[in-house]
């Protein structure tokens, strides 16, 4: 007997062999060129915006976060981010689920083992079964055969599903890159504003003394150092104003990067801005490259494809080959064996479903379909956000310039106005007028400034940069 059983004992061993080569090749199949597609026909070929800044200093930043004097780079403050932020945290468990759903996938190739047993005392006699105690013991052993390929196509939509939580989780933290940029540039220019409204104080206080002197030499009346009293309260309120929203935003970065809100921190300055020219055909390449929706989108086509793949192969049998043991101690041997070993070829085989299965991979293939669509309309969305972000980018460039130009005339006029009132007869509605003028300028040249590094931060999610 033990010779006959040795054939297939090797055919046991080849079946679960096999199996563990497939499981490298699982993947191997999914390449595509989709990320390649240029989609410049919406723009020409070798447009070139005009230029605008880029600030590679922080792109070329080393360091990893805070040091030890609290001061944090924009690139520090990224991988802090990526590290500690809540929502990527969040994302991050979603992909490590993936791990075991793809170990559960590839322990499915593995053999089944089956143990049935009872013992009893049997008080009613018979030839087979005396009355005496006796015991039944019933052990299988399968190894799945043609259902190799259907695990290895539902390992794939496993795969399918981690490229998926993968690419969401790349977009979570694009998204959050940009979001912590502009937290970032806004700290910086709110204090650049607390400093232009102390600099206002700085005039303020330095004309308060002028009038003040002149009305006890009785050439000025009590109201203008009222006025000018009145305008210092102003940009003392504008100060505290300025303080507060700071603290705030302070308290909006420190949740970004995921750290207790009350962290102080010393920021670097915004570099000195560089003019770099930018390739509208090529930021459309990089953006259809990167992009992670993209990616989920194409990955999301290919598991319905293989979904429905799944649903068709339940119409191959299940075939396994196994052996089987049968225990039978404490029955009447002369009658039936004490043991039997049976190996085999077992088959399971639903023949007729109604239909079933066509009807769900039919669904499946207009979900596939659909897939399909919502991917080239993910394409066509990352273009248009790109060349938003891009008009963004210009056109705030743009503004920045003006309202340069306009501060720098403001500064001055009330540098000049000051100096006329302080040394010959001009009026103090000339100056408190100049005084006016400065503050909005320098309100439109915060806000310029927050909307041109908005739009940078912006632009470079728009490409699938995060750093």
Same mark, same amino acid.
């Given at each position: 007997?033990?010779?006959?059983?040795?054939?297939?004992?090797?055919?046991?061993?080849?079946?679960?062999?096999?199996?563990?080569?497939?499981?490298?090749? =699982?993947?191997?199949?999914?390449?595509?060129?989709?990320?390649?597609?240029?989609?410049?026909?919406?723009?020409?070929?070798?447009?070139?915006? &005009?230029?605008?800044?880029?600030?590679?200093?922080?792109?070329?930043? /080393?360091?990893?976060?805070? %040091?030890?004097?609290?001061?944090?780079?924009?690139?520090?403050?990224?991988?802090?981010?990526?590290? $500690?932020?809540?929502?990527?945290?969040?994302?991050?468990?979603?992909?490590?689920?993936?791990?075991?759903?793809?170990?559960?996938?590839?322990?499915?190739?593995?053999?089944?083992? #089956?143990?049935?047993?009872?013992? $009893?005392?049997?008080?009613?006699?018979?030839?087979?079964?005396?009355?005496?105690?006796?015991?039944?013991?019933?052990?299988?052993?399968?190894?799945?055969?043609?259902?190799?390929? #259907?695990?290895?196509?539902? +390992?794939?939509?496993?795969?399918?599903?981690?490229?998926?939580?993968?690419?969401?989780?790349?977009?979570?933290?694009?998204?959050?890159?940009?979001?912590?940029?502009?937290?970032?540039?806004?700290?910086?220019?709110?204090? $650049?504003?607390?400093?232009?409204?102390?600099?206002?104080?700085?005039?303020?206080?330095?004309?308060?003394?002028?009038? !003040?002197?002149?009305?006890?030499?009785?050439?000025?009346? /009590?109201?203008?150092? *009222?006025?000018?009293?009145?305008?210092? !309260?102003?940009?003392?309120?504008?100060?505290?104003?300025?303080? %507060?929203?700071?603290?705030?935003?302070?308290?909006?970065?420190?949740?970004?990067?995921?750290?207790?809100?009350?962290?102080?921190?010393?920021?670097?300055?915004?570099?000195?801005?560089?003019?770099?020219?930018?390739?509208?055909?090529?930021?459309?390449?990089? +953006?259809?490259?990167? #992009?992670?929706?993209?990616?989920?989108?194409?990955?999301?086509?290919?598991?319905?494809?293989?979904?429905?793949?799944?649903?068709?192969?339940?119409?191959?049998?299940?075939?396994?080959?196994? *052996?089987?043991?049968?225990?039978?101690?404490?029955?009447?041997?002369?009658?039936?064996?004490?043991?039997?070993?049976?190996?085999?070829?077992?088959?399971?085989?639903?023949?007729?479903?109604?239909?079933? /299965?066509?009807?769900?991979?039919?669904?499946?293939?207009?979900?596939?379909?659909? +897939?399909?669509?919502?991917? =080239?309309?993910?394409?066509?969305?990352?273009?248009?956000?790109?060349?938003?972000?891009?008009?963004?980018?210009?056109?705030?460039?743009?503004?920045?310039? !003006?309202?340069?130009?306009?501060?720098?005339?403001?500064?001055? &006029? *009330?540098?000049?106005?000051?100096?006329?009132?302080?040394?010959?007869?001009?009026?103090?509605?000339?100056?408190?007028?100049?005084?006016?003028?400065?503050?909005?300028?320098?309100? %439109?040249?915060?806000?310029?400034?927050?909307?041109?590094?908005?739009? /940078?931060?912006?632009? &470079?999610?728009?490409?699938?940069?995060?750093?």
């Amino acid at each position: 007997m033990i010779k006959s059983l040795r054939p297939i004992s090797i055919l046991l061993c080849l079946v679960f062999l096999f199996p563990s080569v497939q499981v490298l090749g =699982d993947t191997s199949e999914i390449t595509t060129d989709l990320y390649t597609q240029s989609g410049t026909q919406l723009r020409a070929k070798n447009q070139i915006l &005009e230029p605008v800044t880029i600030d590679e200093k922080y792109l070329d930043s /080393k360091i990893s976060g805070d %040091n030890t004097k609290g001061a944090i780079t924009l690139n520090g403050a990224i991988e802090k981010a990526i590290i $500690s932020n809540k929502d990527i945290k969040g994302a991050g468990l979603e992909v490590t689920r993936f791990k075991w759903d793809t170990l559960a996938s590839k322990v499915a190739r593995l053999p089944t083992f #089956r143990a049935i047993g009872y013992l $009893s005392e049997n008080t009613i006699g018979s030839v087979i079964a005396p009355s005496r105690p006796n015991a039944f013991f019933f052990l299988a052993a399968f190894v799945p055969v043609t259902q190799q390929y #259907r695990i290895g196509l539902q +390992a794939r939509v496993v795969n399918l599903a981690k490229e998926i939580a993968d690419a969401r989780l790349r977009e979570k933290v694009n998204d959050i890159s940009a979001k912590v940029k502009e937290a970032y540039y806004r700290l910086v220019l709110d204090r $650049s504003l607390l400093d232009d409204t102390r600099d206002s104080i700085r005039y303020l206080n330095e004309l308060k003394t002028v009038v !003040a002197g002149q009305v006890k030499h009785g050439d000025a009346l /009590k109201y203008e150092e *009222m006025q000018v009293a009145a305008r210092l !309260a102003k940009a003392q309120y504008d100060e505290t104003k300025a303080q %507060n929203t700071y603290s705030v935003d302070l308290e909006k970065f420190n949740q970004l990067l995921g750290r207790d809100l009350r962290t102080t921190i010393e920021l670097e300055s915004i570099p000195p801005q560089d003019d770099v020219e930018i390739n509208v055909a090529q930021a459309e390449r990089t +953006a259809l490259a990167r #992009r992670p929706e993209i990616r989920a989108a194409e990955a999301r086509v290919r598991q319905l494809n293989y979904e429905k793949k799944v649903l068709l192969s339940e119409y191959i049998p299940n075939v396994s080959v196994g *052996m089987i043991y049968l225990g039978l101690p404490g029955f009447n041997n002369s009658i039936v064996p004490r043991n039997a070993v049976a190996p085999g070829i077992f088959m399971n085989w639903t023949a007729f479903d109604w239909g079933r /299965k066509i009807a769900l991979a039919k669904g499946r293939n207009k979900e596939e379909q659909n +897939a399909i669509l919502a991917a =080239d309309t993910t394409r066509e969305d990352v273009l248009i956000d790109l060349h938003t972000q891009l008009n963004r980018l210009h056109e705030s460039r743009q503004l920045i310039s !003006a309202a340069q130009l306009a501060r720098n005339a403001s500064r001055e &006029e *009330m540098r000049v106005s000051l100096n006329r009132y302080k040394y010959t007869d001009a009026k103090l509605s000339d100056v408190l007028q100049a005084q006016t003028g400065l503050a909005d300028a320098n309100n %439109n040249y915060h806000e310029a400034l927050i909307a041109f590094w908005s739009a /940078k931060a912006q632009f &470079e999610r728009a490409i699938g940069s995060n750093m």
